[in-house]
């Protein structure tokens, strides 16, 4: 809950808890800050912010602050419940936990993950699940996926879906002609928007776009939007070795305003990751009427529904050979966005915060 960096689990924070303690009053809700807070994400007078320190950003400071400085806390205050929004949950504390597992990408990709952290996840959220008196999770198959991994009761999760930021919406077109003038020389783009991670298959995607760019006589260009994450050597090896590098856009970290127009100024989007537990920008790009791109693995077939083109995430000809069908093929493009419209009328945060709210009381 970092002002002007929110990311996934942040946004999944902010816009279900926001609502939350709106619609309930008659509760009290403490909120535990690793650091000093920030009083926008203190939103109504029911909630107490609390800070406890040490800052939890390393594996070494997880086990201190969750284990030790978190549980003291709860029990101290007599807490009826713990709701984690990114797992995390307290190992001696006995009263109602209920965690959110986004995705388990740790479980089956760990070389993606450093070593340290990468072992503190496998011990601990295994561990975390025989705690938790329910779990809360962002897809159907994420759900699947708990269940067959930790052995955990099918009915005992819940399916709590991301939403979509009422601030998205088309580019208008004067927009959409400035915004391809700063960032593309006048060229139309791609995008992709997301952490540079491993997982996210940023390197495919740069080998894809070159052989895009070498079948095509085409200008289009390669918007990149995010922050580098660790395990960044894969992407700048495959940077390194291509063609067209002059066509690629390291455009890093935007405002929200900075990303709508760029999103909505796109050609088509690009998500072809290994793994994801939902891939918010799926449904972000639908509201924009944005085409999409996206792996047919893990969880994005079902938040896709039918309105994107899906590629094996391996395969550089495959995703290739979408992103000229989607420039080439105007029909095609004009059934996806309308089927965009459709599918991203299914997420909305309203309904995040009804389920995860219904999770809650499940708990208790």
């Known amino acids: 809950m970092l002002p002007g960096k929110l990311e996934g689990i942040g946004w999944f924070t902010f816009q279900s808890f926001k609502r939350i303690v709106k619609a309930h009053p008659e509760h009290r809700f403490y909120f535990l800050f690793d650091r000093k807070h920030n009083k926008e994400f203190v939103f109504a007078d029911n909630i107490v ?99 067959q991994t930790f052995s955990y009761p099918a009915e005992r999760i819940d399916v709590v879906y991301n939403g979509i930021h009422s601030f998205l919406g088309p580019a208008e077109k004067e927009t959409a002609r400035a915004v391809r003038d700063e960032l593309c020389n006048g060229a139309p783009y791609f995008v992709y928007i997301g952490a540079l991670h491993r997982r996210k298959n940023i390197d495919g995607l740069l080998r894809a776009f070159d052989l895009f760019k070498s079948n095509n006589q085409l200008s289009h260009k390669l918007v990149i939007i995010g922050a580098t994450m660790f395990g960044s050597g894969d992407l700048k090896k495959a940077y390194r070795s291509m063609q067209h590098q002059s066509d690629v856009v390291f455009a890093g970290r935007k405002d929200d305003k900075a990303v709508r127009d760029i999103l909505g100024s796109a050609d088509a989007l690009l998500l072809v990751s290994h793994f994801e537990g939902f891939g918010v920008p799926i449904i972000e790009a639908m509201k924009c009427e944005v085409p999409v791109i996206a792996s047919d693995v893990t969880s994005m077939p079902e938040v896709a529904g039918d309105a994107a083109l899906l590629v094996d995430p391996l395969s550089i000809e495959q995703i290739a050979g979408a992103m000229s069908r989607i420039i080439q093929d105007h029909s095609l493009r004009n059934v996806l966005i309308e089927r965009g419209r459709k599918q991203c009328r299914k997420f909305s945060w309203d309904l995040t915060a009804k389920r995860l709210w219904e999770s809650m009381e499940k708990c208790l």
């Open 49 to 147: 912010p609390v800070e406890l320190f040490p800052p939890a950003r390393h594996p070494f400071l997880y086990y201190v602050y969750f284990e030790h400085v978190v549980s003291r806390y709860l029990r101290k205050e007599g807490i009826d419940l713990f709701v984690s929004p990114d797992g995390f949950l307290a190992g001696h504390f006995d009263g109602a936990q209920l965690p959110v597992f986004h995705d388990l990408n740790f479980m089956h990709q760990p070389q993606f993950i450093p070593w340290l952290t990468r072992k503190y996840y496998h011990y601990y959220f295994p561990r975390y699940a025989g705690m938790a008196k329910r779990i809360a999770t962002v897809s159907e198959y994420s759900k699947k996926d708990i269940e």
